[in-house]
């Protein structure tokens, strides 16, 4: 019908407050951008939401920017990770693990998993995956500590990027 339904993750209204991801996976939409906020509970920027209810879950994964906010830019989810990538530095909070501007998450726990392909000198944008692979665009130099110009394909399982290379110039 096209009519709203009353499904309402709300996120309070708050200068540079936004969702800019979200993906679906079963009864879970996982939610990234900028907020503090959302679906009744303290969430920073990356959030599972119930399908169903509109509420936040207990994930919280709390990714966090060192350098200032923390924003989500992209979100790629499957039954048992959740990708993420943006402006963060950890999972877990100030004292959790360290991740540059990409991450894969524990679906169920919130916690990083091993998957570590880290971008720098920049940031990740964008993510897709495609069968054992997750292409990455973005604006950096490396990901994995190999040369790539903004764009990569990352193995899923290992985190090395491929040899694929198409030297995106301009980001």
């Known amino acids: 019908t096209g009519s709203l339904t009353s499904w309402d993750p709300t996120i ?78 950890r999972i877990g909070g100030f004292s959790g693990t360290l991740r540059s501007g990409i991450a894969a998450i524990d679906a169920t726990t919130g916690t990083a998993t091993a998957w570590n392909p880290g971008v720098s000198n920049g940031f990740a944008y964008t993510l897709k995956l495609r069968g054992s692979l997750m292409y990455v665009g973005g604006e950096f130099p490396t990901i994995g500590g190999i040369s790539r110009n903004n764009l990569a394909a990352v193995d899923v399982i290992t985190g090395v990027p491929t040899p694929w290379n198409p030297n995106v110039v301009g980001g």
């Open 12 to 89: 309070p209204p708050d200068f540079g407050t936004s969702v800019d991801a979200f993906a679906v996976s079963g009864s879970q939409v996982y939610v990234g951008g900028s907020f503090t906020s959302i679906g009744g509970k303290r969430r920073n920027s990356l959030a599972a939401i119930d399908a169903t209810t509109g509420a936040a879950t207990d994930w919280n994964p709390y990714p966090i920017n060192d350098a200032g906010p923390t924003v989500i830019y992209d979100i790629t989810a499957t039954s048992t990770h959740v990708y993420a990538v943006g402006e963060l530095t």
